[in-house]
């Protein structure tokens, strides 16, 4: 039994997260993509989304990681290649979810440019 509203609350501000997160970082020329399901969301940066190229695995995304927490943001540098993961608690409202979304988009203009 989901007293506290959490399973609403999530599907309710899931959808929002992704496409403020689209909004903010998906047109940016070192985004290949913005993703997530649920709560669950990610980044994935690449040298040149267009002609396919990678970055050399976690050398992009550690770096923007460590800029978004000094703005008390945590997000994980997953190990895959240059992907920031979020996995916010089922309580996230819109407006840390706004929070989250500047954040990274401040961090990815400090670190890309």
């Known amino acids: 039994v989901d007293s506290l509203g959490l399973v ?6 899931a959808p929002y997260l992704l496409e403020r997160l689209q909004d903010a970082v998906g047109s940016h020329p070192k985004v290949g993509e913005v993703r997530g399901v649920g709560l669950l969301a990610a980044v994935e940066f690449m040298d040149d989304p ?7 695995p976690m050398t992009v995304a550690p770096k923007i990681a460590a800029e978004m927490l000094r703005d008390g943001v945590m997000a994980r540098a997953l190990p ?5 993961g979020f996995a916010p608690p ?15 988009a401040d961090a990815v203009r400090e670190v890309l440019g």
Request: proline share 0%.
């Open 8 to 13: 609403e609350n999530a599907a309710e501000t």
């Open 50 to 56: 267009a002609a396919g190229t990678w970055f050399e």
């Open 80 to 84: 895959e290649g240059n992907i920031i």
């Open 90 to 104: 089922l309580c996230l409202s819109r407006e840390e979810a706004d929070t989250v979304v500047s954040v990274t």
